[in-house]
């Protein structure tokens, strides 16, 4: 019999939330849900921006309009360029601060094998696309978050059993 009789429901429940939330993590289809999410973040950029950028108008300031026409360009870059932007971002900067680290560094050789990770990365980020990345990062996180439900179910099942 079981020691505890609180305990296998409690592991049997987490295993079963275990598995739905990587079930979930699979099925779903993240990089629509970014991309929904940068459009609103984007919106309320332009909104939060928009009145400033038209009192500059009236005022005539030209340094106003200039520092409120900043901040709409990057709500409309949001909007409409927001997964490919942020993506190619991120892989440019992967790639160019490995380059300056290793540049700089007087080891050049110890610093390219600590860096080269970096690098592949930011070069993988470039090849493959955003939609792609993000998909298969919740992927992989679907996979491991089904394997370890199952694991840890199985092994505090075991352990809960009387010898």
């Known amino acids: 019999m079981y020691r505890n009789n609180n ?4 592991l049997l429940t987490c ?3 275990g598995v739905l939330l990587g079930v979930l993590l699979l099925i779903i289809d993240f990089s629509k849900i970014l991309s929904l999410l940068f459009i609103i973040i984007g919106v309320f950029i332009l909104i939060a921006n928009l009145p400033a950028f038209i009192y500059s108008l009236t005022s ?4 106003g309009i200039i520092s409120s026409l900043f901040p709409i ?3 409309i870059v949001m909007i409409f360029w927001h997964n490919s932007l942020l993506f190619y971002i991120l892989g440019i900067y992967l790639i160019i601060l490995p380059l300056l680290r290793i540049l700089l560094a007087r080891n050049k050789s110890a610093h390219f ?3 080269l990770p970096r690098i ?3 070069i993988l980020l470039l090849i493959i696309g955003p939609g792609t990345a993000v998909n298969a990062l919740f992927d992989v996180a679907g996979y491991v978050v089904i394997a370890l439900s199952i694991l840890f179910t199985v092994i505090g099942i075991y352990k809960t059993r009387r010898f």
């Open 7 to 10: 305990t296998l429901p409690f």
């Open 15 to 17: 295993g079963i939330l």
């Open 60 to 63: 005539g300031q030209i340094g």
């Open 73 to 75: 360009l990057a709500g």
């Open 113 to 115: 094998r600590i860096e």
């Open 120 to 122: 592949i990365i930011g």
